[in-house]
């Protein structure tokens, strides 16, 4: 009798259990009931991004950022983790420039490449908008994708150029791109 039931999560886990007369009543009167009076539903959220399963995927003019940003891993002074990010930005006048992360030996004073180098474009470059954003490291066996601090940030930077830049995450030879800072940080603190 499973057709029989509300398709919502709660009904569902329920389901097996419940005998005829509660799964209609249910799925006719209690669920629609508490959807209607307190607006709770479950909702799905869906991520577009895209997978390039090479690099010679990716559009010249972007993988030239990816270069800049495995070349830049060389920038990184990383001599606790020995993990190397290097981050680069196309900026819309062309110009293309990078950063490494940087530890010291206070271990929360250091900085990740990715906002070492948004930080700097801010203070110097902020009238020239990042059209594409790129992020290596070595090791690069995966793909390095931007921690928790580093996507607020890139969402800021974002909000404040107001225009959308892509975002490469690359590994050695695969990447996956999103057009959006705010894809990579749903539900974005508003203060
Ligand atoms: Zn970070």
Redesign the pocket.
Known sequence: MSFLLCPCKLCKKAGAKVSLFEKLFRTFVVHPFIKQVFGIMKKELQLSYTRFSSLKEIPADDLEVVKAAQDATRKAHAPYSHFHVGAAARLKSGEILSAGNFESEVYPAGL?A??SLLFFLESNHADDPIVAFAIASNPDERECY?????RQVLVDVQRRQKTPFRIYMTGRDSATMVDSAEILLPFTFIL
């Open positions: 990740c990715e906002r931007p921690c928790g601090q580093c």
